[in-house]
């Protein structure tokens, strides 16, 4: 396994990167309401990009395998797990969407964060479902220090949603982020404490949990890259970019409109 570390000038960049990311879900944020369109958000995203001088990492995106995404970011919705592509279909009232947002900086730094967001009212159980999401990714983040390990990260995610009666999807993961959208090491999470890759100074992945209120169990739609529940329960899905410092951890994909940390967290470094 062959993992960046980054340096001083790398972090700083990452730093920026990362920022600008979590800057354009700022900028969308009061458009998510009922009767906006995914492709809407699409564009209010590319928009905000723009503004920013990042361009978009996905549009275009093309694995081995898979055809060209066409969005500038996923816009995920209700049993939409992950990779939901922007359409002209309106959001409703009680709707929830995770709208994924990774940038590049024109020199080659990537920023990668998503958040949830409930469209008008959501359900108990959709907002339930939200919240625990959102501090599974948390008490993950929790976990990341030099000397532990990426079993650790998954092993805290993977007790307390399962705690909770929801359950972890396995077939996706985070991953390590810096001047490629993917890098080492897949970070699972699911798993065993103390095992897996030791967590060094220098490293910057992305914890990302996706969770489903049903089964664990997935399935691809016909367009190559929707992935929605096959139980079709609701799913969510929050994510963050951290780096890993001499003493813990330094959340990377923070801005002035962040939602804040659960009370619980204790180790979050400060925006800069």
Known sequence: MSITIKDAAGIAAMRQACRLASEVLDAITP??????????????????????????????????????????????VNQVVCHGIPSGKPLKKGDIVNVDVTVVTPDGWYGDSSRMFEVGPASIAARRLCALTCDAMWLGIEQVRPGARLGD?????????????????REFCGHGIGQKFHEEPQVLHYGKPGTGEELAPGMTFTIEPMVNIG??????????????TRDR????????????????????TLSEGSPPAPAFVKGMAPAT
């Open 215 to 228: 089964r664990p169990d997935i399935k691809e739609q016909p367009d190559g890259w929707t992935i929605v």
């Open 153 to 169: 990260i998954g092993h805290a995610i993977q007790k307390f949603v399962e705690g909770h009666g929801l359950s972890v999807v």
């Open 31 to 76: 458009h998510v309401r009922p009767g906006i369109a995914t492709l809407e958000i699409d564009r209010l995203c590319a928009e905000a990009m723009a503004a920013r001088g990042v361009r978009s990492a996905t549009v275009g995106y093309q694995p081995p395998g898979y055809p060209p995404y066409p969005g500038h970011v996923c816009t995920s």
């Open 233 to 252: 329960s609701l799913s969510a899905q929050w994510e963050h970019t951290v780096l890993v410092t001499p003493t813990g951890y330094e959340v990377l």
